[in-house]
């Protein structure tokens, strides 16, 4: 397991216990003591955790760790890939129009994107932009505004007008925390309003989200299950989960 694996999954475990102790963790993740001392004290530097003898406690209710774009990209990679292949298939016909979130599993999702279908593509994800730039028959449009250093995504008051303007057939999400309470969420509250505009944006939201993500709930909540039309997630997903977004009308596929 890399670091940034290791350090998400203390983090939402600290998110469920309150508290964690560094010998129990150390024998479950096959690692040294000094290794789960290392990540606390990352958690600690970004406000998650307080080291305490043996361990640490949580210091929030709600999760505010925001890995970095590079870290995210290894963490459940398998899942997401097989989430973007199911998402392809909800992609418009010849002619139709997408909008894409900024994250790493829509990031797999314009990898599953078919070669030779005319497609209207409006992105803030630069990465997404990047890739989408070399398919000739995708006619792109890249949202302005003040790039993030963590996402690679633009956001601010420029990003959020231009999605004021648009009604495409589909929007592809992504999210950092998924509850029935507090719907999809994130630590950014510039992230949460461009997200919110991007919701309002298309016909038909479709979120793509590994089942990690599941039973979180980060500090801004931009969008309840009842905005949302499909969830794609994968198999790991509770049966808890998958009936709570059915129950509110949303179509569900584990990939």
Do not use: W
């Amino acid at each position: 397991m890399y670091a940034a694996e290791r350090q998400q999954l203390l983090a939402e475990r600290l998110q469920q216990d309150g508290r964690l102790a560094v010998i129990d963790l150390a024998e479950e993740l096959d690692v040294s003591s000094e290794t789960i001392r290392r990540d606390l004290a990352v958690l600690e530097r970004e406000g998650v955790a307080q080291r305490v003898h043996g361990g640490a406690v949580a210091t929030r209710a709600l999760t505010i760790l925001v890995p970095n774009l590079a870290q995210r990209e290894i963490v459940h990679a398998e899942q997401k890939r097989r989430i973007a292949r199911e998402a392809a298939a909800l992609l418009p016909d010849a002619g139709g129009s997408v909008v894409l979130d900024a994250g790493t599993t829509v990031n797999e999702l314009v990898d599953a994107f078919p070669l030779d279908r005319t497609l209207t593509v409006f992105t803030h994800a630069v990465p997404a932009a990047a890739k989408l730039i070399t398919l000739p028959s995708i006619t792109l449009h890249l949202l302005g505004g003040r790039v993030s250093g963590a996402t690679a995504a633009a956001m601010g008051p420029t990003t959020i007008d231009s999605l004021a303007d648009l009604r495409a057939d589909v929007c592809f999400l992504a999210t950092s925390a998924a509850s029935t309470a507090h719907g999809l969420s994130t630590p950014d509250p510039d992230e949460a309003a461009v997200k919110r505009a991007l919701v309002r944006s298309a016909r038909t939201v479709v979120a793509v989200f590994d089942s990690s993500k599941f039973s979180l709930d980060h500090v801004f909540s931009f969008a309840s299950y009842d905005d949302l039309d499909v969830v794609i997630t994968d198999t790991d997903a509770s049966e808890d989960d998958i009936k709570e977004l059915r129950a509110r009308g949303v179509e569900v596929v584990r990939a």
